[in-house]
Nanobody
Framework: QVQLVESGGGLVQAGGSLKLSCAASGRTFSSYDMGWFRQAPGKEREFVAGIRWNDPTTYYSDSAKGRFSVSRDNAKNIIYLQMNSLKPEDTAVYYC?????????????????WGQGTQVTVSS
């Protein structure tokens, strides 16, 4: 099992940037595919970005592509989500998640472990 703790959320103006972190503890962090999801009030949780366990392969939602960047530091057991050119519609609680089945999935149901989330609010 792995425990995940997100940080770095906050309030930012439209056009600004934030960098989220997700610290992992427990079992070998490097053995999981990792993902970032978000959930806005009244909406379903949606995929934002993912990174494979053993190589730098990354993948993004259409809304995140070109603005967000996901990375991982397996030595430090941390993944990051750099968010640039933020828009009010990016406002949500952001979660990191771990997939022990290495499916490379964009579906929330494929992920086994979740953090508690960090709030990102983008003002117009």
């Amino acid at each position: 099992q792995v425990q995940l703790v997100e940080s770095g959320g906050g309030l930012v103006q439209a056009g600004g940037s934030l960098k989220l972190s997700c610290a992992a503890s427990g079992r070998t962090f490097s053995s999981y595919d990792m993902g970032w999801f978000r959930q806005a009030p009244g909406k379903e949780r949606e995929f934002v970005a993912g990174i494979r366990w053993n190589d730098p392969t990354t993948y993004y939602s259409d809304s995140a592509k070109g603005r967000f960047s996901v990375s991982r530091d397996n030595a430090k057991n941390i993944i990051y989500l750099q968010m640039n050119s933020l828009k009010p519609e990016d406002t949500a609680v952001y979660y990191c998640a771990a997939d022990r089945h290495l499916s490379g999935s964009r579906r929330a149901s494929s992920y086994d472990y979740w953090g508690q989330g960090t709030q990102v609010t983008v003002s117009s």
